[in-house]
């Protein structure tokens, strides 16, 4: 590969895809949104997306403490992944719960490391198993929403690997994810996508991770800094920018053409992988994955308090049931933005009471 095909490589063709270099047979893959169910982009913008099964967010099937219940919804959302043809799914995501303001706690799995990184294991593997990536998410210590994009999350280093690495280190150590994404914010007024602590010394070095780094969408502040931290993939593509000033860098001596090997190789790997497990004629089993979603929901379900023994209903005694509030026929299943599912089927509360 030249030195101006290798660079293109480092930044995205678009939104959802890796670039291609035909002349040497190095396809262009695609990516795709979950965590808790596949969000294709298709047609009309970020918000519209090919029918998929919704399964139970992250935080629900963690209260299940079932690690085989999420390695089984792995493999049919990788079996979703492939109808689609998709390559990488990008979750799970394994950050902390530190506030119950988190705008995106619903997509993680817990507020204790070992859970999360247990349960996120279990994803990966089960993901993995049917030939399709998985993008471990947000590394490191992104727990808030506000500002994510310009906050520095500053602690030592033991608060660090007590609280904030474990769930990541073990995910990469009992699964190997093909990607981790490095996050929006700073750690210690380092960026994520530049942090060499966190990318190389503990990712790659500690860890053994073996996959590639790609930023989250929009994440890359600077793309010199960002390769010689360990930073494989910018998404989504900045056009020629970066690429740009990345081939000036090498040129001017300030990235060793041996950076640029140890960045390039395992995303041609992941992206080489990828391309020899697609299945071009893969369907799923709608009626199927529906009611493993029900049956994990039945399962993740935790009940806090039932006064009186009123669970479970006895329909031998009563035969009305009330029905009240809104939810009950338009139910909040799932959070929104870049993790919202358009569903194959919903199912409600009213529905299943009047059987």
Request: glycine content about 8%.
């Amino acid at each position: 590969m030249t030195l101006e095909e290798r660079t293109k490589m480092l930044s995205g063709n678009g939104w959802w895809r890796t670039h291609a270099v035909e002349r040497v047979g190095i396809p262009s893959i695609s990516v795709s949104d979950g965590p808790h169910g596949l969000r294709k982009v298709e047609g009309g913008g970020i918000q519209t997306s090919v029918p998929a099964t919704c399964f139970p967010t992250a935080s629900a099937i963690a209260s299940s403490w079932d690690t085989e219940l999420i390695r089984e919804i792995g493999v049919a959302l990788a079996e979703e992944c492939q109808a689609s043809d998709v390559q990488i799914l990008l979750g799970p995501g394994v950050n902390m719960k530190r506030s119950p303001l988190g705008g995106r706690n619903f997509e993680y799995f817990s507020e204790d490391p070992v859970l999360a990184g247990k349960m996120g294991a279990a994803y990966i593997q089960g993901v993995q198993s049917q030939g399709v990536g998985t993008s471990l998410k947000h590394y490191a210590a992104n727990n808030q929403e506000f500002e994510r994009m310009a906050t520095s999350s500053n602690l030592n280093e033991r608060t660090l690997r007590e609280i904030y690495l474990p769930a990541f280190e073990i995910a990469v150590k009992e699964a190997q994810p093909w990607s981790v994404m490095a996050a929006y914010n700073s750690v210690n007024h380092i960026f994520a996508t530049e942090n060499t602590w966190l990318l190389q010394d503990i990712l790659r070095t500690e860890w053994g991770f073996a996959g590639f780094v790609v930023s989250d969408w929009g994440a890359v502040h600077d793309g010199v800094a960002g390769v010689n931290a360990g930073l494989s993939l910018e998404m989504p593509g900045s056009g020629n920018y970066h690429q740009n000033k990345v081939l000036q860098a090498i040129h001017a001596g300030q990235i060793p053409l041996s950076r640029l090997d140890d960045v390039i190789v395992p995303l041609l790997a992941v992206i080489l992988k990828a391309q020899a497990s697609r299945q071009t004629s893969a369907t799923f089993d709608t009626e199927r994955h529906d009611m493993l979603a029900r049956r994990a929901a039945a399962d993740s379900i935790v009940l806090l308090k039932n006064a009186a023994n009123l669970l479970p209903l006895n329909f031998n005694e009563s035969k009305t049931v009330a029905i009240i509030g809104a939810f009950a026929q338009t139910p909040r299943y799932q959070g929104s933005g870049s993790s919202q599912v358009n569903p194959t089927r919903i199912s409600t509360a009213y529905d299943e009471l009047i059987k």
